[in-house]
């Protein structure tokens, strides 16, 4: 009986012992699991953060690059609105009509002069807003001489020639054939980008109202 309340003794103290390493263990073991959940949440929302920084930048950068685009696309698209616009005006006949075509060439260009003249160096038409016509109509006679001399020989005469002046302004002469002389269509631009080919969507309407008797 003495030897049996010792070994008991120490069989209680050994499942204590037992008992209380394990609740310290599951103690542990709980705070190691709440600071791992703790370190999840917090690289979740840093992973978020992140990513949401990451979709900020890249909008951005699509941003810039479209605005780029569009930025360097913008006189290539003004330039076909253009041609479009120049392509599917209405026309009639006679010199009345020529006049408005002339008016709408100048409307939808936002050209300040739009004329017409003859080989001889003598004006045909021009807009309702025209200025210096007869000017305009010298001009247009020593362009085509430019022409035949820059096209002798070989060499084929130019059929466009774009001039720039002191003051900033551009002229676009543009040459062509009609039934029985040639004939230079001229634009004075306001300040709106002219190119050699600007005007020749307009070419063929202006051919074929000249080819009606006022």
């Given at each position: 009986m003495n030897?049996?309340?010792?070994?008991?003794?120490?069989?209680?103290?050994?499942?204590?012992?037992?008992?209380?390493?394990?609740?310290?263990?599951?103690?542990?073991?709980a705070v190691a699991r709440e600071r791992l959940r703790d370190v999840t949440i917090q690289q979740k929302q840093a992973l978020q953060l992140a990513y949401r920084e990451l979709s900020r930048k890249v909008e951005e950068h699509e941003q810039g690059l479209r605005a780029t685009i569009e930025q360097a696309l913008a006189p290539l698209v003004s330039r076909e609105k253009l041609s479009l616009d120049?392509?599917?005006?209405?026309?009639?006949?006679?010199?009345?009509?020529?006049?408005?075509?002339?008016?709408?060439?100048?409307?939808?260009?936002?050209?300040?002069?739009?004329?017409?003249?003859?080989?001889?160096?003598?004006?045909?038409?021009?807009?309702?807003?025209a200025r210096d016509l007869d000017r305009i109509?010298?001009?247009?006679?020593?362009?085509?001489?430019?022409?035949?001399?820059?096209?002798?020989?070989?060499?084929?005469?130019?059929?466009?020639?774009?001039?720039?002046?002191?003051?900033?302004?551009?002229?676009?002469?543009?040459?062509?054939q009609a039934p029985d002389q040639r004939i230079v269509l001229t634009a004075v631009s306001s300040g709106a980008p002219l190119t050699l080919t600007t005007l020749d969507p307009a070419l063929a309407k202006v051919a074929g109202m000249l080819s009606f008797e006022p």
């Amino acid at each position: 009986m003495n030897l049996l309340l010792p070994l008991i003794a120490a069989l209680a103290a050994s499942v204590l012992l037992l008992t209380s390493g394990y609740l310290i263990g599951v103690r542990r073991g709980a705070v190691a699991r709440e600071r791992l959940r703790d370190v999840t949440i917090q690289q979740k929302q840093a992973l978020q953060l992140a990513y949401r920084e990451l979709s900020r930048k890249v909008e951005e950068h699509e941003q810039g690059l479209r605005a780029t685009i569009e930025q360097a696309l913008a006189p290539l698209v003004s330039r076909e609105k253009l041609s479009l616009d120049l392509a599917s005006l209405k026309t009639g006949g006679g010199s009345r009509d020529l006049t408005l075509l002339l008016d709408k060439i100048a409307e939808v260009g936002n050209f300040v002069t739009v004329a017409l003249s003859d080989s001889e160096g003598l004006p045909l038409a021009g807009n309702s807003a025209a200025r210096d016509l007869d000017r305009i109509a010298v001009n247009s006679s020593l362009v085509l001489l430019m022409a035949d001399r820059i096209g002798g020989g070989d060499m084929p005469a130019p059929t466009a020639i774009l001039v720039r002046d002191g003051a900033d302004q551009a002229t676009l002469y543009r040459i062509f054939q009609a039934p029985d002389q040639r004939i230079v269509l001229t634009a004075v631009s306001s300040g709106a980008p002219l190119t050699l080919t600007t005007l020749d969507p307009a070419l063929a309407k202006v051919a074929g109202m000249l080819s009606f008797e006022p």
